[in-house]
């Protein structure tokens, strides 16, 4: 059984900068690619990122491209999300996410508000 757990999100103000982790657990972590997905107030989830199995090949959501970095450490059995120049629609709740044979899992979120 996967396990997802989210941390490193907080309150900053637009133009500062956060990382946030996503720590896994069960499963063989180097098996799956794995993204991150967030939810602002009344929306959709909505994709942000995702990073290939070895971390080779990444891709982004148009708005955050060029800010939002993924990366993952495979021997930690962890991805991250470095996210610079922050602005206020960034606010959201951030999910991990990992598409595995046995099912979808995704950890609890973490929340991220970017005051104006």
């Known amino acids: 059984q996967v396990q997802l757990v989210e941390s490193g999100g907080g309150l900053v103000q637009a133009g500062d900068s956060l990382r946030l982790s996503c720590a896994a657990s069960?499963?063989?972590?180097?098996?799956?690619?794995m993204a991150w997905f967030r939810q602002a107030p009344g929306k959709g989830r909505e994709f942000v990122a995702a990073?290939?199995?070895?971390?080779?090949?990444?891709t982004y959501e148009d708005s955050v491209q060029g800010r939002f970095f993924i990366y993952r450490d495979n021997d930690g059995k962890t991805v991250y999300l470095q996210m610079n120049n922050l602005k206020p629609e960034d606010t959201a709740v951030y999910y991990c996410?990992?598409?595995?044979?046995?099912?979808?899992?995704w950890g609890q979120g973490t929340q991220v508000t970017v005051s104006s």
């Open positions: 069960g499963g063989f972590f180097s098996d799956y690619a």
């Open positions: 990073v290939s199995r070895s971390g080779e090949y990444t």
């Open positions: 996410n990992l598409q595995a044979s046995s099912g979808t899992y």
